[in-house]
C-alpha cells in the first residue's frame, strides 16, 4: 500500500506534470463551491501541514492554477483555484483515474473492492481517534 502514491507520482508527473498531492489540492479545490477553501480546511482534507501545504499553494499560485484571497469579516486565507487550474485538474484527471484502476481496482473483484473500502473507512476512523487522543495528551 505504502507504494501506491509513489506510482501515482511517477505516472501524474509523467503525464500531467503534476506530483500526487499537487493533484490532489487542485482535485479539493476543484470540488468546492467557488473552486475555494480556507488554508487550513484544505490542509486537513488534504491531510497536510498548513506549511507543506502552504509551499504547494505558492507553486501552484507561480503555475497560475491557484491564488489566495481573502474574505471580508472571516479570518483566515483562502485558496481559490484559477480557471487555468481547474482545466489542469479536468486534463489529469483521467490519467489519475486510470492509474488507480490498473495499480489498484483491476486486481481485485467486486466484493474486493466493497471490504477495501470498508476496512479504509475503519482504518481511517480508528486513525482519527487515536490521533484526537494523542493531540489531548
Given at each position: 500500500?505504502?507504494?501506491?502514491?509513489?506510482?501515482?507520482?511517477?505516472?501524474?508527473?509523467?503525464?500531467?506534470?503534476?506530483?500526487?498531492?499537487?493533484?490532489?489540492?487542485?482535485?479539493?479545490?476543484?470540488?468546492?463551491?467557488?473552486?475555494?477553501?480556507?488554508?487550513?480546511?484544505?490542509?486537513?482534507?488534504?491531510?497536510?501541514?498548513?506549511?507543506?501545504?502552504?509551499?504547494?499553494?505558492?507553486?501552484?499560485?507561480?503555475?497560475?492554477?491557484?491564488?489566495?484571497?481573502?474574505?471580508?469579516?472571516?479570518?483566515?486565507?483562502?485558496?481559490?483555484?484559477?480557471?487555468?487550474?481547474?482545466?489542469?485538474?479536468l486534463?489529469?484527471?483521467?490519467?489519475?483515474?486510470?492509474?488507480?484502476?490498473?495499480?489498484?481496482?483491476?486486481?481485485?473483484?467486486?466484493?474486493?473492492?466493497?471490504?477495501?473500502?470498508?476496512?479504509?473507512?475503519?482504518?481511517?476512523?480508528?486513525?482519527?481517534?487515536?490521533?484526537?487522543e494523542?493531540?489531548?495528551?
Amino acid at each position: 500500500m505504502a507504494r501506491i502514491p509513489g506510482a501515482l507520482d511517477t505516472r501524474l508527473q509523467r503525464e500531467s506534470g503534476l506530483t500526487h498531492f499537487e493533484y490532489r489540492v487542485l482535485s479539493l479545490l476543484s470540488e468546492e463551491p467557488g473552486h475555494r477553501l480556507q488554508l487550513s480546511d484544505l490542509a486537513h482534507k488534504a491531510n497536510a501541514s498548513l506549511s507543506r501545504l502552504s509551499h504547494v499553494v505558492s507553486k501552484l499560485e507561480r503555475l497560475g492554477w491557484a491564488r489566495r484571497d481573502t474574505t471580508a469579516g472571516r479570518r483566515g486565507v483562502n485558496a481559490v483555484l484559477t480557471d487555468a487550474g481547474f482545466e489542469t485538474v479536468l486534463a489529469a484527471a483521467p490519467g489519475y483515474v486510470d492509474a488507480v484502476r490498473r495499480l489498484v481496482l483491476d486486481s481485485l473483484e467486486p466484493g474486493q473492492i466493497a471490504q477495501l473500502a470498508e476496512l479504509g473507512e475503519i482504518v481511517a476512523a480508528r486513525l482519527e481517534t487515536v490521533l484526537a487522543e494523542d493531540c489531548a495528551t
